[in-house]
Each structure stands twice: as C-alpha cells, then as structure tokens.
C-alpha cells in the first residue's frame, strides 16, 4: 500500500496493544514517519477494557476527529467471559463464532459511541477486536503449524513456550519492549497478508483496516 497523508488515533486497552497497531499501520501504509496519536490510554496512564468503553462515550472521543482523520478502537474480548461486567457493558458471546463475537463487540461500541454519531464517521473507525487477546495475532510470527497460529485462546501461554527460547523472554510481565520487538515483523507490509492469512480474528482486522484506507 502506498504511503498516505492521514493521522491516525489508538484507542485501546493498554499501551502494548497501541505498541502492536502502530506496528500494523507502519506496515500498511509503508510509512515509518506516520502520525499516530495515542488517544487511550495516554503515557504514563494504566489502560483496562472499561476505560476504552468510557472513552467511546467521552467528549475527548468525539473531539479527537478534529486532529485524527482515522481512529481504531482495540479491545480483547477476554474479560467479557470472566469477572463482574456492569450490566450497561455486558454482552453475551457464549458460544458465539469468531465472526459472531466481533460483530456483538461492535454493536456494543457502536452503542456507546452514539449511533447517529457513528453513522457520520463510520468510514473513519475501525474496529481492532481481539478474540480473545491481542497476543493471538501475534501467533502467526512465530507458528507456521496452522492450528497453533490460528489460535485463540491461551495466546500468551502458546507464545511463551517459543518466546525465551527465540527471542530472551517470557511476557507474563506486559513490557512495551517485548511488543516491539514480536510485532515488528509486522512493518514490512508484504508479510502482513501472510500472516493474516493464517490466523481468522487477525484477517478480519486486516481485511476493515483496508478497506478504510482505500
């Protein structure tokens, strides 16, 4: 994809996912020098899943289209399936499909964001939902084994029985460096197809962000 003038905006639940899309759009967009607002969390600032779902409601989130011409919401969807989730939050995806639980996470965030609102700038959302971690996108980097890079649960712990081996850690601890480092493979944009190819969640990301940005 060529190079393009647009600033982008992250909203997502930690700043290791940020780390992790910004290494995405590098890639797709063949451009090291693109403008990436960090909108949540901010430096400095501890991320979770109920500050994304606030922040979509916020004023911040509309007023951040004035300076962001796209803007990606990532969420995992782990929590939803463990824990107390208010009411106004809880969506029901047992037993639902990959495809199923990224479509309820949607209509979620589209509700909380305000459908009306939605619909003006719907062609400058997209939606970066990670069934059930961020970390099963990562799979394919280092899995060709099609059932271990299509993964989607115990991401974390399938990484790290190759990660300290390969690269000299274990992410049990979340530390930007670590990210960095795993994701970078992402930024030469040729191996993004290919690795998307392997892992469903992670194409259907892919597949929204393209379509965006052409």
């Given amino acids: 994809m060529e190079k393009m003038d ?11 996912d940020q780390v992790v899309l910004e ?4 890639g797709l967009t063949n451009d090291k020098n693109l403008l ?7 430096e400095n600032e501890p991320g979770n899943w109920d500050k994304v779902f606030k922040y979509c409601q916020s004023a911040d989130f509309k007023g951040a289209f ?3 011409d796209i803007i990606i919401i990532q969420i995992d969807t782990d929590f939803m399936l463990r824990g107390e989730v208010p009411p106004e939050f809880k969506i029901n995806i047992q037993n639902l499909s ?3 639980t990224v ?12 459908d009306e609102f939605y619909q003006d700038y719907q062609n400058q959302i997209v939606f970066a939902i990670s069934v059930n ?3 099963c996108w990562l799979l394919p980097i280092y899995f060709t084994q099609k059932t271990k890079a299509a993964k989607m649960v115990n991401c974390i712990g399938t990484l790290n029985t190759v990660l300290k081996k390969r690269e000299g850690f274990y992410i049990d601890e979340k530390r930007m460096e670590y990210y960095e480092k795993m994701s970078k493979p992402f930024k030469k ?5 290919k690795y998307a190819s392997k892992n469903p969640n992670f194409k259907i990301f892919i597949d929204h962000i393209k379509e965006i940005l052409t």
């Fill in 133 to 135: 971690e961020i970390e």
């Fill in 6 to 16: 647009k600033t982008f905006g992250i909203i997502s639940e930690g700043v290791t």
């Fill in 103 to 114: 479509e309820a996470f949607k209509l979620k965030l589209i509700e909380l964001i305000g």
């Fill in 189 to 193: 944009g040729k191996n993004i197809e």
């Fill in 36 to 42: 990436i607002n960090r909108l949540q969390p901010k």
């Fill in 23 to 26: 290494n995405i759009l590098y």
């Fill in 98 to 100: 990959v495809e199923e």
């Fill in 66 to 68: 004035a300076f962001c």
